[in-house]
């Protein structure tokens, strides 16, 4: 693997993230709100939630079958008259000395019943059920708190809630529960040329696809988007929309208007405002911006479509994921599968894809190549300080 020195004047990757970071984390003292169990998939819960009451509530039947006295089955085949059925949901009944009382799963276990015979063992006949197998006491019996007691720990505060979670609050039959409010986030894309999806494109002009990408990353990692806004070059539009913007959301994120030509709006009116705009030794997305509007940070990524997404990628969706409780993003080491050219001093994030035994490139580094990185399903991180990398070095992939 060959290197070179790495460029001096533009900041590293690692030190802008720290810095979007270090302004982002204050985000994590939020209020908490109650919300219904219905509404809470996805939600970090604020509190320890512990159980009201024990699971299983009662002591019931893991089975359809039959339930009697282990004793009374010792020895088999055995005839028991039958002295009726007990469903799920009935209140249960006592069972008569030497009977058997055919019960369904979920069913209240009958009083003086210490074990269920599975209806696979077992041959009814009217009146009377034969059964063919024994079984001890306590077998296909539930016991009241068996899964839980009334005050254990159900789920833990800080736990972003999955289904599995929203199944065990529900069964516990809590109405609501103590969350978190996400961090809100609002989306101002800039430029002239775009226009949306859906208008025929006139000369000169794309469609916007960054207003709605960033909208996708940010939900799915859960942040909750407050407005997607488009502005054109016009800093009195931007500068309203990012008013606006800063007064509904906790962080403003901007596409494109950062670099050094003569339509950069977002460069303009934020630097301004205390922003800071520069170069850092990535590709792509190398312009970026990061400023604190009236408390709120703005963060600026560059305008192509694959900058943007490698500049979430990199520099906010790891800290915003913390901030969700959600589980880091996936780093692994794998060997390359070709060999890789990267341009000196700058810290290249090429879109990859896993296949059995390493990964591989998909597209090209351009920064326009929206599509390829579709069929992409990791990044790879090629130091800075690398340019040529042979087949079978290895290298870091960042789940995409």
């Known amino acids: 693997m060959k290197h070179r020195s790495a460029a001096t004047t533009a900041r590293s990757v690692d030190d802008h993230r720290d810095r979007i970071e270090q ?114 006491a306590g077998e296909f019996v539930r016991l009241p708190g068996a899964d839980v007691r009334a005050g254990e720990l159900l789920v833990a505060a800080g736990v972003a809630l999955n289904p599995r979670h929203i199944a065990a609050l529900a069964a516990a039959g809590l109405p609501t529960v103590p ?45 909750a988007v407050q407005s997607v806004e488009h502005s054109v070059d016009d800093p009195g539009v931007f500068g309203r929309l990012l008013t606006a913007a800063t007064r509904s959301a906790d962080v403003v994120f901007t596409t494109g208007g950062v670099s050094k030509g003569d339509f950069e709006v977002a460069r303009d009116v934020l630097a301004a405002r205390g922003g800071e705009f520069g170069s850092v030794a990535v590709q792509p997305g190398g312009p970026q911006g990061l400023t604190v509007v009236d408390g709120v940070p703005v963060l600026s990524f560059p305008g192509n479509p694959v900058s943007t997404m490698v500049s979430f990628e990199v520099f906010a969706r790891p800290i915003l994921r913390h901030l969700a409780g959600l589980p880091p993003v996936r780093v692994s080491t794998v060997a390359l599968l070709e060999d890789v050219r990267s341009p000196a001093g700058r810290r290249q994030f090429l879109r990859g894809r896993l296949t059995e035994g390493g990964v591989t490139s998909v597209s090209g580094p351009g920064s326009h190549l929206v599509a390829g990185m579709a069929k992409a399903d990791v990044l790879i991180d090629v130091p800075a300080e690398a340019t040529d990398l042979p087949a079978g070095t290895p290298v870091t992939v960042r789940e995409l």
């Open 23 to 136: 302004v982002l984390r204050p985000l994590a003292a939020r209020r908490v709100e109650s919300v219904a169990v219905p509404s809470a998939l996805g939600r970090q819960l604020a509190e320890d939630v512990r159980a009201p009451i024990d699971l299983p509530v009662f002591r019931n039947s893991a089975m359809d079958g039959y339930a009697v006295r282990a004793d009374s089955v010792a020895v088999t085949p055995v005839t028991l008259p039958l002295a009726g059925v007990v469903a799920a949901g009935d209140p249960g009944r006592p069972l008569p000395e030497g009977a058997a009382l055919k019960v369904m799963t979920g069913a209240p276990m009958p009083p003086g019943a210490d074990c269920v015979v599975p209806v696979e063992d077992t041959h009814a006949d009217g009146a009377r059920v034969t059964v063919e197998r024994g079984r001890s």
């Open 179 to 223: 969350v978190f409010r996400p961090v809100c986030a609002a989306v101002i894309t800039t430029g002239d040329e775009l226009v949306a999806a859906g208008t025929p494109l006139r000369p000169g002009q794309i469609y916007n696809s960054n207003g709605i990408a960033l909208a996708a990353a940010l939900t799915a990692n859960g942040v």
